[in-house]
């Protein structure tokens, strides 16, 4: 029988719902991936949440359909009424149909006439509502870019607890939900599912011990049956598991952090010195998410004008920009003639909205100079967007030069890679921190639906002693590489001519990361030792496991020429380091060398 990581389409990790990468083991699954092959296509368990629908959402597109949908229609999924409205404007906007096609939106809500008994004092009932997007099936192309980029779509966890009230009737078309209530106008109960679903809803619920938080299961328990969230907090800790995490971010991670721990951390701390707390991190129901409000947030606040996207940057970040709102100006190659040219733009009245750039960068591991960016700002009137997700908090602190810093927390954040979340958290020092607190005041949605919040909080209490791992085991595999005469080129911080604005922004104890690249001289030798590699390989990165993937190939298959201009090669592999012992994937690499 095949290892999972060899099984074509199996969920990684393997046997979890809810994972966030799927298998793909050679570079042949990958270009079938890439061209819709049917024996890869047909295989596929699971795949990356914003680009492959997850089934139980698929399941309940489908039965909405069913209850209201005509021929040849098809449906999109969002927590919110605000974000529903975003993609029927956006398929309006870019939909080639003339003239523009008929696009409604279905919004389902919570039936309080369902249950008719009062709720006990200690409990107060939980649902999702949610917000169907229909539209023409020939608009699915166009519905999915909304999806894929603004990475708000409901989550698999929601879609199957929304698929339990509509069944149950529990979740009903918004105009039906209001003449029941007034037929029936009856204080309401919980609805009926497993007891996790009951829950107190005040942030300051008093944690009196760890068994509170851990449930059924023991903290030293190895047992970890996803369904039945044992390891997690109660239900009845949401709204503190989402505390949880905003303080330790705020916090600068500095240890291992219980939850209880965490709760009790005062909200004053953190690592600028005049008031940076958890009121200023964000919790979005994934990194991209992030990314995609930030700018959304930015234009409301500052203005409607084109952005910059300074980098090689991760796909989405650069379509976000180009897609919605007046487009960007995309400078590739991160240069400091590429700073040059924007500076020349600003001189002659050009006026920018923001700065996005990664630090460091998707895949090729460069870092731009935070110090002249923060200048050319400050100078002339721009925002600064960070996204650090490669970095990380505990190796790099770039909040100095942002005014807002985005995080992927499905990434090393989560590790377990079962679940998605994001963050955005505020300069309170930066220019513009007040135009942006009052504008997410009166804007910001929380749609991070609460179970997923449950999951992210247990998976990041060890973040701490991870990262220590996982940064010695990258830098041993860098060097491992670099050795090896058919390698043409490893992309790693450490290693890059753009060392030192990274050891600018390097903390104190911090490294240089878990993610690197590498290149071969050949594209044989490429494929040979990719297919050879006995590791977990799909999408993502930061994963507990180390993960490979050949990146070009998946990030950029129909455009491969075009990031070949920006020194991103068509057969690099990115590889995403673990938790294995050092010796184990020293072992494995050089198993995978040796067929060169």
């Not at 795949?47 to 449906?75: C, M, N, T």
């Not at 970890?224 to 997690?232: C, D, I, K, L």
């Not at 090689?312 to 991160?334: E, M, R, V």
């Not at 963050?423 to 607190?437: C, F, H, I, M």
Request: proline share 6%.
């Amino acid at each position: 029988m095949l290892p999972t990581h060899a099984i074509v389409g199996a969920a990684i990790p393997a046997d979890t719902p809810h994972a966030v990468s799927v298998s793909l083991p050679t570079w042949r699954a990958n270009v079938g991936y890439e061209e819709g092959q049917e024996w890869v296509m047909s295989k596929m368990k699971t795949g990356y949440p914003r680009f492959y629908i997850h089934k139980s959402i698929q399941k309940l597109v489908q039965s909405i359909l069913q209850k209201f949908g005509q021929p040849d229609e098809d449906a999109m999924l969002f927590p919110s009424p605000g974000v529903a409205k975003q993609c029927k404007q956006f398929i309006k906007q870019r939909s080639k149909t003339i003239p523009a096609p008929n696009v409604r939106v279905i919004e389902l809500v919570y039936n309080k006439s369902k249950n008719p008994k009062t709720p006990k004092d200690s409990e107060t009932p939980i649902w999702s509502d949610l917000c169907a997007v229909l539209f023409p099936a020939e608009e699915f192309k166009c519905a999915k870019e909304f999806w894929q980029h603004s990475g708000d779509g409901v989550s698999s966890r929601r879609a199957e607890f929304c698929q339990r009230e509509f069944e149950e009737g529990s979740l009903v078309e918004k105009s039906l939900a209001a003449e029941l209530e007034d037929n029936n106008p009856t204080p309401p109960l919980a609805p009926k599912g497993p007891k996790r679903y009951s829950r107190l809803p005040r942030v300051d619920a008093k944690v009196h011990s760890q068994s509170d938080l851990n449930g059924e299961i023991g903290e030293d328990s190895s047992t970890y049956v996803e369904e039945r969230f044992g390891r997690n907090l109660d239900v009845a800790f949401i709204e503190n598991a989402k505390l949880a995490i905003r303080r330790r971010i705020a916090g600068t991670l500095k240890s291992n952090l219980a939850p209880n721990d965490a709760l009790e951390q005062s909200d004053e701390g953190g690592r600028l010195e005049g008031g940076f707390s958890e009121n200023d991190v964000y919790l979005h129901p994934s990194g991209m998410s992030a990314i995609f409000n930030t700018h959304r947030f930015l234009m409301s606040a500052l203005g409607y004008k084109k952005s910059v996207s300074y980098g090689f940057p991760y796909i989405d970040t650069l379509k976000i920009l180009q897609k919605f709102g007046p487009g960007c100006y995309f400078y590739g190659n991160g240069s400091q003639e590429d700073l040059d040219d924007l500076q020349a733009k600003c001189e002659s009245g050009e006026e920018i909205l923001a700065l996005f750039c990664e630090f460091p960068s998707n895949p090729l591991l460069k870092a731009p100079n935070l110090v002249r960016i923060r200048e050319l700002a400050d100078k002339y009137n721009f925002a600064v967007v960070i996204d650090e997700t490669v970095g990380n908090f505990l190796n790099v602190n770039v909040l100095p030069y942002a005014d807002v810093v985005v995080s992927s927390l499905t990434k090393v954040f989560s590790g377990d890679a079962n679940v998605m979340g994001g963050s955005s958290v505020l300069n309170p020092k930066g220019r513009y921190y007040q135009q942006l607190k009052q504008t997410l005041n009166t804007e910001f949605e929380d749609n991070y639906w609460g179970e997923d919040a449950l999951f992210l909080e247990r998976n990041s209490r060890d973040f701490v002693s991870r990262i220590a791992r996982i940064n010695k085991n990258a830098e041993t595999i860098s060097d491992l590489l670099r050795q090896h005469p058919r390698v043409k080129e490893v992309y790693y911080p450490k290693y890059s001519p753009t060392k030192p604005y990274y050891d600018n922004c390097r903390c104190e104890n911090g490294g240089y990361g878990g993610l690197l690249s590498v290149t071969f001289y050949s594209r044989e030798d490429a494929i040979a030792v990719f297919d050879t590699m006995e590791i977990s390989k799909g999408p993502s990165l930061g994963t507990n496991f180390t993960l490979a993937s050949p990146y070009t190939l998946l990030a950029h298959y129909g455009e491969l020429d075009w990031a070949a201009q920006f020194g991103v090669a068509s057969d690099l592999i990115r590889i995403s380091v673990g938790l294995e012992e050092t010796d184990e994937l020293v072992d494995i690499l050089n198993r995978a060398l040796a067929v060169l």
